[in-house]
């Protein structure tokens, strides 16, 4: 009969396990969840505001920035973007933009990976100090070197060409560091691999480090493409003909001195912004794992 009694006495001296949930560590994991969820709302909500505000002002006739737009007009329109590719030479102007910004990004990627690839896997005499001072080129803003270049630029006749524009972005400081430490993530014995197969440095380049760096690639196709398409110092003092003018410029000249029509400015800003937006959201994905990969904090 004890034995027979034995688990049921077991049973019985059991206390019931708390729920994990009612804990008061899970209450506050909960609590500080709840709070960071709240705040990411709020921040998304705050940074996705202004470009609201710009579709809504576009779409608004006659709308101005003396009184706030509503949220849901009362006669939306798209007169403003009729006007701005009607009345003015807006398709060339985004025409020029993306040709600039093409030609930036592929010339960039190809500079910067080769660049990488030679601070990475070809070991030279003096190669950290060379690394070094072109990274300190990064703290040179361009305002400093806007008068030599215009200067050299007018001893070549380059000035008001595309050329002109492009050759100061042909090489980038910034993408050639962001692809180093990307290349300096693949194990060199895959390097080892190839060369006793028989590969040379550029079958090895192509074949084994590019594919690995993908991520890095699409970030820096974002950064090198956002560069060029929002670029407005140097386009401004390089580019003078009305018809090789690029969007930035064109944006401000829609702006005029004594009357500014809002709507087309507006309706100009969200033709701006919607390839940056397509491009990002393609490349989302790669430009996370890039930086992640890279060592960018």
């Not at 708390?18 to 506050?28: E, I, L, N, S």
């Amino acid at each position: 009969m004890a034995d027979a009694a034995l688990p049921v006495t077991r049973r019985a001296s059991r206390a019931p396990k708390p729920r994990k949930f009612h804990t008061p560590a899970a209450r506050r994991r909960r609590t500080l969840s709840i709070v960071l969820h709240v705040a990411i709302i709020a921040g998304a909500l705050a940074m996705f505001f202004p470009f609201l505000w710009t579709v809504i002002t576009s779409i608004t006739p006659g709308a101005n920035l003396t009184n706030t737009p509503a949220l849901i007009p009362a006669n939306p329109s798209l007169g403003a973007y009729a006007t701005l590719f009607s009345q003015l030479p807006f398709g060339q102007v985004v025409v020029n933009s993306l040709m600039l910004a093409a030609i930036t990004t592929v010339v960039q990627l190809f500079t910067s990976s080769t660049a990488a690839y030679a601070f990475s896997r070809l070991p030279f005499r003096g190669q950290n100090v060379v690394f070094g001072i072109y990274l300190a080129t990064m703290m040179i803003p361009l305002q400093v070197l806007i008068v030599p270049l215009f200067v050299e630029l007018k001893t070549f006749s380059l000035l008001d060409t595309y050329l002109g524009a492009l050759l100061p972005t042909f090489a980038s400081a910034f993408g050639i560091f962001l692809l180093r430490q990307a290349i300096n993530q693949v194990p060199r014995e895959l390097d080892e691999a190839a060369t006793l197969d028989g590969a040379g440095h550029f079958r090895i380049f192509g074949q084994v480090i590019l594919p690995n760096i993908r991520p890095a690639l699409a970030t820096l196709v974002v950064f090198a493409f956002m560069g060029s398409w929002n670029s407005f110092l140097w386009p401004l003092i390089v580019l003078r003909s009305p018809e090789l003018q690029t969007l930035p410029i064109a944006l401000a000249g829609l702006q005029g001195q004594y009357i500014s029509q809002w709507d087309v400015i507006m309706a100009g800003s969200v033709v701006s912004i919607l390839p940056m937006l397509a491009l990002y959201v393609f490349a989302q994905k790669y430009v996370i794992q890039g930086v992640a990969s890279s060592g960018i904090k």
